[in-house]
């Protein structure tokens, strides 16, 4: 990523794909931080942002916030969750129960396994030893996510004797992106899916690299369909343009008291209902933009 990217292109795309029609605050706020945190590692290639987005789109089950392995609520429920897939023979190639340990996957990239929690933690400096839960903090997740993707910290290739790093499947000399799975899971799992959720992500960090926003995208697109009235910009604005200008006209055009009063009556009750929107007393969901 070369220059600031247009924060209206980006998630009015992201809305489209890879998130389906639906963007919630808690996703925009995980892709601003991880994005932040790329930037601040070093990571600006565009490709290799994308899938880091990509890959933590994957890990979190699109909600772009840490998680507990199996989506789990509690550390107890974590561990009871896993043992009922161990005990019915799904977790594949893993010989051993990791998780009764407590180090079971947590994060935006899940992180399991002690001598992980130790390597992750060292290489940002967070003792995540000592408080596994470290993990889930937002801002020391993004970190795990991005230096262990950038340096190879989640896998070691034994057959090729090398950590398995974003730039060695973001070179400039060509993509594999489908390879790149290898970097968090050395068995190519849901290679070709995560492949198509990071051409999602690039084509959205590549339109908004650009200064203005293309035509196709409405600025609404881009507000998270859980945000309060009372913190959306557009509402404000429209609501006090027109409840002024609308006000000054009827004032200026009435002359009967009686008819003042009844006014005033009108705009007092319509204050209210302004005030419970705004202040998120009352809510209007907001429809699925195109």
Not at 24 to 29: F, I, K, P
Not at 106 to 123: F, P, T, V, W
Not at 204 to 219: C, K, M, S
Request: aromatic share 8%; net charge positive; hydrophobic share 45%.
């Amino acid at each position: 990523m070369t220059r600031q990217l247009n924060r209206t292109t980006l998630f009015a795309y992201l809305r489209r794909a890879p998130f389906g029609g639906r963007l919630s605050t808690a996703q925009v706020s995980g892709c601003e931080r991880l994005l932040a945190a790329c930037l601040a590692e070093g990571v600006t290639d565009r490709r290799q942002v994308a899938y880091v987005l990509a890959s933590v789109f994957h890990e979190t089950g699109g909600r772009m916030q840490p998680v507990r392995e199996g989506f789990a609520e509690s550390d107890a429920q974590a561990v009871a969750r896993l043992d009922k897939a161990w005990a019915a023979g799904q977790l594949g190639k893993v010989k051993a129960p990791y998780w009764r340990d407590g180090w079971f996957g947590r994060g935006d990239i899940q992180l399991s396994h002690e001598e992980n929690y130790r390597k992750l933690g060292r290489a940002i400096g967070v003792d995540l030893v000592k408080n596994r839960d470290r993990a889930l903090d937002p801002k020391v997740s993004a970190r795990v996510a991005v230096v262990g993707m950038r340096d190879g910290l989640f896998r070691y290739s034994k057959e090729l004797s090398r950590p398995e790093r974003l730039s060695d499947y973001f070179r400039p000399s060509g993509t594999n992106v489908v390879g790149a799975r290898a970097i968090v899971n050395g068995g190519g799992d849901k290679a070709k899916l995560i492949a198509g959720y990071w051409k999602s992500f690039l084509d959205a960090i590549e339109a908004a690299e650009a200064a203005e926003v293309p035509a196709d995208v409405a600025p609404a697109a881009a507000e998270p369909d859980d945000v309060p009235p009372s913190r959306s910009g557009s509402i404000g604005t429209v609501a006090v343009a027109t409840g002024a200008g609308a006000c000054s006209t009827l004032v200026a055009g009435i002359s009967n008291p009686w008819a003042l009063a009844a006014l005033a009556l009108i705009l007092i009750a319509g204050g209210v209902g302004a005030w419970l929107l705004l202040t998120g007393r009352v809510t209007i969901n907001r429809k699925v933009a195109a």
